[in-house]
């Protein structure tokens, strides 16, 4: 397979893309909506199926209080055989102290086929250790143990937002203090917002690695990555090293611009890892970023260095609209 294999963008107006390979042998996907009002999950059993499978909305909004606003960066894991969803939501549009009033939610589901909105319940808000703006979760299992990354606002830290890890109890609840994993710290984090954000973690070659998206959400955003050894104790920050510089950013030459929250999948054969993100060909945005719709998810094949570490490369051109 090659990248140029996939039409991009793959799907419009999806930001904060995330693509999961079941073991039944269909890719998921979900992602924001421009609206910001509902959770929509597709599957094919293709990546290029993608763009064409019929999305159905599973989990719509509350219509007041906690849930009912700006619905943000579902994700979708399959957890000791059932499946989560994690996402942010507000309970109103105000901006407080300068940020919107977001926390991390999850629903379940039981079912084998996740894509009937019948079978998923609520578990309610993902508490952490600060009553403070929060989003963009994601979990990982290691060496028998359910970890959870997601991003937040600390009041002692200059920022919006940085990155904490944890161990669950449950695939809802926290079991351990979260550890501080990396806050916005240099000048390409720190563009417009400082922000450490969107994370997403694939582990080969003996590490694990975690990208993440750091600045403003226009032509500044920008792809970072943290990583530690396998066999390390990933509760303790000493055991995790930091790029200093961005790992994958805007492609002036190609129009390509703010590429990041990624997420990682596989390819049909299980032999080529994907990258998978949303980026924008313009910068001539009106109003605020949050709301322009044309952040398109891409996906693209990603190689790994003689270290062992991925190289993702340039943003590829759109061969599509």
């Keep these: 397979m090659t990248t140029e294999a996939f039409i991009n963008p793959l799907i419009?107006?999806?930001?904060?893309?995330?693509?999961?390979?079941?073991?039944?042998?269909?890719y998921y996907f979900t992602a924001s909506v421009p609206a910001y009002n509902l959770i929509e999950i597709r599957r094919a059993k293709t990546i290029a199926g993608l763009a064409h499978a019929a999305p159905?909305?599973?989990?719509?909004?509350?219509?007041?209080?906690e849930m009912s606003k700006l619905i943000w960066a579902p994700e979708i894991h399959f957890i000791n055989n059932k499946w989560y969803i994690y996402f942010a939501s507000a309970a109103t549009e105000d901006i407080v102290d300068d940020l919107f009033t977001h926390r991390m939610y999850c629903?379940?589901?039981d079912a084998e086929n996740p894509m009937n909105d019948e079978n998923w319940v609520e578990k309610g808000q993902?508490?952490?250790d600060k009553d403070t703006f929060c989003l963009d979760a994601t979990t990982f299992e290691h060496n028998g143990k359910l970890y959870y990354v997601w991003a937040q606002k600390d009041n002692d830290i200059r920022g919006n937002s940085n990155l904490y890890i944890s161990e669950m109890e449950n695939p809802w609840t926290l079991k351990t203090k979260p550890l501080l994993l990396t806050k916005p710290e240099y000048d390409w984090e720190t563009i417009g917002f400082w922000v450490n954000e969107g994370p997403a973690v694939i582990e080969r070659n003996g590490k694990i690695f975690i990208t993440y998206s750091a600045s403003a959400t226009d032509e500044n955003y920008a792809m970072g990555m943290i990583w530690c050894d396998t066999d390390a104790d990933v509760l303790d920050m000493?055991?995790?090293?930091?790029s200093k510089d961005p790992i994958f950013q805007s492609d002036l030459s190609t129009d390509q611009f703010g590429p990041g929250h990624n997420s990682f999948t596989v390819s049909e054969d299980g032999q080529t890892d994907?990258?998978?993100y949303h980026c924008r060909d313009y910068t001539e945005i009106k109003g605020d970023p949050l709301y322009d719709p044309n952040r398109h998810t891409k996906v693209q094949e990603f190689t790994w260095t003689k270290d062992g570490k991925p190289f993702f490369g340039k943003p590829v051109p759109y061969n599509y609209l």
């Design 12 to 26: 419009i107006q999806r930001a904060d893309p995330f693509i999961y390979k079941h073991t039944d042998g269909y």
């Design 56 to 65: 159905r909305s599973i989990w719509l909004k509350h219509d007041e209080g």
């Design 107 to 109: 629903i379940e589901c």
């Design 126 to 128: 993902v508490v952490t």
């Design 238 to 242: 000493d055991n995790w090293e930091k």
């Design 274 to 276: 994907i990258l998978v």
